[in-house]
C-alpha cells in the first residue's frame, strides 16, 4: 500500500490521501488516530471507517463519473460540512479518501489546506504559491495538483477549475 502522508508544517498537521481499496488497511495500522474525510459516489460501496477516531462521510459524483459522463460534483452544502468537520477536528490527523484517491480527495484536501491558509491572514498569490508547494507523494494525485496549474496565477479566480473550487472554501474578504 502506497501512503501518501504528509506532515504540513504551514498548517502544524498531519494530512494524507488514500482511495477506496487502502482505507481500511490504512486505519488498521494505527487505529483511532485519523479523523477521516470519506467520499463516494451514489452507487459504490461505503468505506469501511471502524478504525477511524472520527470519520465524516458525503455523497457525490465525481466530475467524471464513474460511467464515463459528467457528474455534478460537490455542492456547497458538502464543502461546509466538510470544513465543519476539519475546523471541529483541532489539529488531529486529517485522512480524505475517495474512490480512487487522485481527485475528489485531493480536491478537497487543498480546499483545507487553502482554507486553512486563509484563516492564517495570507491571500492573493501568496496563499496560491503556498498552496501549489505542497505535493502529495502519490502519483496519481500529483497529474491534479501541480505546480504547472499555479503558474502566472495571481488569485484563484484566474485558476483552473480544480483550483477554484477552493473557493468554495473560502470567504470573500471584506
Do not use: Y
Not at 12 to 32: K, N, S, T
Not at 37 to 49: W, Y
Not at 135 to 157: K, L, V
Amino acid at each position: 500500500m502506497l501512503k501518501s502522508l504528509m506532515f504540513l508544517e504551514c498548517l502544524q498537521r498531519e494530512m494524507a490521501v488514500c482511495h477506496h481499496g487502502e482505507i481500511e488497511a490504512f486505519l488498521a495500522d494505527d487505529p483511532g488516530r485519523w479523523h477521516v474525510v470519506s467520499i463516494r459516489e451514489p452507487d459504490h460501496p461505503e468505506a469501511i471507517l471502524k478504525d477511524a477516531l472520527k470519520a465524516h462521510a458525503v455523497v457525490f459524483e465525481d466530475v467524471l463519473s464513474s460511467k464515463g459522463t459528467h457528474g455534478h460534483g460537490p455542492k456547497a452544502t458538502h464543502l461546509e460540512g466538510i470544513l465543519r468537520f476539519v475546523q471541529n477536528s483541532g489539529q488531529a490527523p486529517l485522512l480524505f479518501q475517495c474512490w480512487a484517491g487522485r481527485s475528489r480527495s485531493t480536491a478537497v484536501a487543498l480546499v483545507v489546506i487553502v482554507k486553512s491558509l486563509w484563516d492564517q491572514g495570507m491571500d492573493g498569490p501568496e496563499l496560491v504559491r503556498t498552496a501549489a508547494d505542497i505535493r502529495w507523494g502519490r502519483p496519481s494525485a500529483r497529474r491534479w495538483w501541480t505546480s504547472r496549474e499555479f503558474d502566472g496565477i495571481s488569485s484563484i479566480e484566474s485558476a483552473s477549475p480544480c483550483v477554484r473550487l477552493c473557493r468554495l472554501g473560502t470567504n470573500e474578504r471584506g
